[in-house]
């Protein structure tokens, strides 16, 4: 089972501050996801990237996949509270398709 | 938009009970998926279903099973509930689409054991 480790493991910044979360391995991801999950929620897929070097964007939020596809970063600028959330990623497990492993995990919070 | 429905929201149960966690899920999809999340471990995967009464271990089945006689649906049972069994427990279903696969969560049950 790949490891994935993610820092920081706790964030917490004021409203409209910029911040960036990471997400490494040592062997080289298929492919990444991200998901947020918010208190007293399930996990939600935020973006799925695929090929090295490749960045995306959703609104405030930008993802990279490293060059090399062991590392990926979310970007968060100007952060606000609605951010707030627990941040994971995740990548392919084994052979059986739909098989994920987790990071453990960032905890932002977003001080109004 | 996918539902993924679990049964309870909160539940409390003492050691030695045989404990059932139900999932629905309401997009017709073939995999369905069992995790506990616990503090700075993340999500780890408990059981996964690939079809109606095909199952595989995850990383961490000991002390789990799980039943799916319709696909739709996907139970897990702790046949004697400990008190390390205390945890979230996130049901998921998923789809592929081009080439990757998403998953749909539903909202937690968080069980405490006694």
Redesign the interface.
């Known amino acids: 089972t790949q490891l994935l480790e993610q820092s920081p493991q706790f964030l917490s910044i004021q409203e409209g501050e910029n911040l960036t979360v990471y997400c490494n391995s040592s062997s080289v991801f298929s492919s990444l996801q991200w998901y947020r999950q918010e208190p007293g929620e399930g996990p939600v897929l935020l973006v799925t990237v695929v090929t090295g070097g490749e960045v995306k964007k959703l609104k405030r939020l930008t993802f990279q996949f490293g060059d090399a596809r062991k590392d990926s970063s979310l970007h968060i600028t100007a952060a606000q509270p609605g951010d707030t959330g627990l941040y994971l990623c995740a990548t392919r497990s084994g052979t059986s398709y739909g098989k994920l492993t987790f990071g453990q995990g960032t905890i932002l919070t977003v001080h109004p | 938009d996918v539902k ?1 429905t679990q049964s309870s929201r909160y539940l409390v149960k003492r050691t030695g009970e045989k404990v059932f966690l139900e999932c629905v899920q309401d997009m017709d999809h073939e ?1 369905m ?1 069992w ?1 506990r999340q616990d503090p ?6 408990i059981y ?1 279903s ?1 079809d109606v009464k095909m199952k ?1 271990k ?2 961490i089945p000991e002390g789990y099973s799980v039943s799916r006689e319709k696909k739709e649906r996907f139970s897990l049972i702790l046949e004697s509930a400990s008190t390390n069994q205390t945890s979230m427990y ?1 049901c ?1 279903s ?1 789809l ?1 689409q081009g ?10 049950t968080q069980l405490s054991v006694l």
């Not at chain 2, 700075?40 to 995967?45: E, I, M, P, V």
């Open positions: 993924v995999n998926f995790y700075g471990l993340g999500l780890r995967l996964f690939y595989e995850g990383d996130l998921a998923s592929r080439g990757v696969e998403k998953l749909f969560f539903g909202s937690g």
